[in-house]
């Protein structure tokens, strides 16, 4: 049987077209066409009216008519609802209410409609009306159901959200500018205040869902945090204020300071420019400027140690390349002390958690040897060691010449023509030694004080045989001197060619750093 509520449901609720086809109300059309709003089955609806009594249902519609028209002057729905669209929604619905009623039921249903004087047409503008009321197309969907039909949508979204444009992309982000860290705090003492039991990880949770670009840190939140729980009277929320904006540096003023005091520590520019030592050190980064220690030199040379390094090396490099000096022709000479013990602290490889073996420090005054070596680019002419008790003057040194005179007849051969290159130690540079050189005839090479790295035993064969002898130990002179041989014969020839080939680039270094000491390959 139907009912009341039936005939509303009919009345509201909208057709299909004939050919099952489902339309929406397009308000932008300028003329009447049957467009209906889509309910669930026909079918099943036709069913439900078919099993009814026809009289009955129409009757009952007839009996509510006079309901309806009472209500709709009480109401006084005419005087406010708009005109432009009410119209146009009575005016299809009354141009397709019998097309559908139809279509529905049949022309038979359709004469039992008019038969029963039923009212439907004329009455439909009080009905359509409260269907307006109670489906607008216009409402959120929430709107339509019970009574939370006058609530606005708006109510049912968190404070956190925002409407989205549809014509703009969309975003994860709700947060449209950035908050103020004030502000954060004060969220963070409301949240605080309604649950004192809060978590760091609840408050920082809560806080990145309103405010995602602005959320506070895990460890902040826990900080403040216990700034509420501290019993505090007043936690002041707001920065205090400062005694004004810091201070700029100027990078020129800062380069050309600490270029001038390159002793200076990082602490005293602090100080003399008043401002913090990261700010330096921050400065400096930008400018390039690094803190590194100096490399030892032999000796502070003076003005005229440095003129002589550069007249020296300007004449070699001449005279090599005129072709009037043969490197192949240079014998060269040094002396080193060689020490018995030979340790050295290297980095060892232990398990994680224990400590490498301890490494003994050499003793100071231990005993040792010297060592005189003679060579060519063939190699060592004449090497020997300095016995116990005696030392390397000048009367010594003379003798010693002399021997190398006869080594070198034996391995080079006689006559050959030698050019001596020696340092400047008062032995070398003796009257007797230089007499003794003149006699043997050998040319003499001019070599400037305070310059080992213009001595090819310096900084090529001595420094060879300290790697040699690093970490080797000896018990008495037999040892070391079997070392020292060992080293010779496990050089290969071409090793003694490359400290003389060294020469000439080495006297040029010397000539661009205009006679200072200059970096070592």
């Known amino acids: 049987m139907s009912t009341k509520d039936d005939k509303y449901s009919f009345i509201e609720q909208s057709f299909t077209a004939s ?8 308000l932008n059309h300028g003329k009447k066409c049957p467009i209906l709003i889509p309910v669930g089955n026909y079918k099943e609806k036709e069913k439900l009216w078919n099993k009814s009594s026809e009289t009955s249902t129409f009757t009952t519609l007839k009996e509510d008519n006079d309901d309806l028209k ?15 669209t009410l119209s146009l929604h009575i005016s299809a619905n009354e141009n397709t209410t019998e097309a559908a009623a139809s279509d529905l039921f049949g022309d038979d249903k359709t004469d039992g409609l008019k038969k029963e004087k039923f009212g439907s047409i004329k009455t439909s503008k009080q009905c359509f009306a409260d269907s307006l009321k109670s489906r607008n197309p216009f409402e959120f969907p929430r709107q339509q159901d019970g009574d939370r039909s006058a609530d606005p949508e708006v109510m049912g979204f968190r404070a956190s959200q925002r409407m989205q444009n549809p014509n703009q992309g969309s975003s994860s982000s709700y947060q449209s500018q950035p908050v103020t860290k004030e502000h954060i705090r004060h ?10 039991d809060v978590t760091g990880e609840e408050m920082e949770k809560e806080i990145a869902a309103t405010y995602p670009l602005d959320a506070p840190s895990l460890s902040t939140c826990l900080r403040w945090i216990k700034h509420f729980k501290s019993g505090e009277q007043t936690v002041e929320l707001k920065d205090h204020e400062r005694s004004g904006r810091p201070q700029k540096l100027d990078d020129t003023e800062l ?53 002589r390094r550069l007249e020296v090396s300007t004449d070699l490099l001449n005279r090599n390349n005129q072709g009037e000096l043969n490197l192949d022709n240079i014998l060269t000479t040094n002396e080193k002390w060689v020490v018995y013990d030979n340790v050295i602290r290297r980095r060892q490889w232990v398990e994680r958690g224990s400590s490498a073996p301890p490494t003994p420090r ?7 040897l010297m060592l005189c ?9 004449h090497f020997e060691f300095v016995p116990d008790g005696h030392t390397v003057d000048k009367y010594y040194y003379r003798r010693m010449l002399d021997r190398v005179q006869q080594a070198l007849n034996e391995k080079r051969g006689a006559g050959r023509e030698v050019f001596f290159l020696q340092d400047n130690a008062p032995a070398h540079r003796a009257k007797i030694t230089k007499e003794k050189i003149e006699e043997l005839g050998w040319t003499l090479l ?28 000896f018990e008495n002179d037999d040892q070391l001197r079997q070392s020292i041989q060992e080293w010779i014969d496990e050089k290969p020839s ?11 680039q080495r006297w040029q270094k010397c000539i661009d750093a205009e006679g200072n000491y200059f970096e070592d390959d």
């Not at 070596?373 to 002419?381: C, I, S």
């Not at 001019?446 to 040699?468: E, I, K, T, V």
């Not at 071409?494 to 000439?504: A, D, E, H, N, S």
């Open 187 to 196: 969220y963070m003492k409301i949240i605080f205040d309604k649950n004192p």
């Open 373 to 381: 070596l003679f060579w060519d680019t063939e190699g060592p002419v």
């Open 362 to 368: 050499p003793e100071i005054h231990q005993k040792k």
């Open 255 to 307: 380069h050309d300071f600490v270029l001038a005091n390159p002793n200076m520590t990082v602490k005293m520019f602090a100080e003399h420019f008043g401002c913090a030592t990261g700010t330096i050190s921050n400065h400096l980064s930008k400018l390039g400027i690094v803190h590194k220690f100096g490399r030892w030199i032999p000796h502070r040379l003076t003005p005229a140690n440095i003129a």
């Open 446 to 473: 001019p070599h400037p004080p305070y310059s080992p790295c213009l001595s090819p035993s310096d900084f090529y064969a001595f420094l060879s045989l300290s790697n040699w002898l690093n970490g080797k130990t």
């Open 494 to 504: 071409g090793f003694w060619v490359r400290g003389f080939t060294k020469l000439p």
């Open 19 to 26: 050919e099952n086809q489902y339309y929406n109300l397009n």
């Open 70 to 84: 009472i209500r709709w002057k009480n109401e006084n729905i005419s005087n406010t609802i708009n005109k432009s």
